[in-house]
């Protein structure tokens, strides 16, 4: 079984964009429920379909497959709305670790989020010093919860 282990922060201003690399991501969800979300990810010439398990703490099981992108392109009309879109950048967070900065556009518009996918729980890595406030426990900032409740609909930013 696949697992995924990620935590999530918030992003304090973009020095870090200096030394990112970047590419624009389509997100849609077939199912958002928090037990079994099905998310449908464009990027470029490549799709995806992943499904997601409940998350406990900082870990859920996980699973994706690679689909042909005229299947995904059609598949987008079933998705549930707003779709995501979001820019992504990675950097090296060193140890083998990778930063992935999620500049979202659209009705997310203002939201960025940084994650790291970790071995497990309690691995160690580097805070930089753009990283601001943990959010992995928050469903709010989950990719899912930004359809029914996006971010240009925050009270409280």
Known sequence: MAKEIERKFLVNGSSWKDS?????????YLNSAKERCVRLRITGDLAFITIKGLTRGVERVEFEYEIPIEDARKILSLCEQPIIEKTRYRLDAGG??????????????????????LP???????????LGKEVSDDPKYFNSNLIAKPFSQWNNR
Do not use: M
């Not at 990112?20 to 849609?28: D, R």
């Not at 992935?100 to 989020?113: S, Y």
């Not at 497990?120 to 753009?130: I, L």
């Open 96 to 117: 083998g670790l990778t930063w992935e900065i999620d500049e979202f556009h659209g009705v997310n518009e203002g939201l960025v989020v940084a994650e790291i996918e």
């Open 20 to 28: 990112a690399s970047s590419q624009y991501i389509v997100q849609a």
């Open 120 to 130: 497990d729980p309690e691995a160690h890595f580097e805070r930089p010093n753009w």
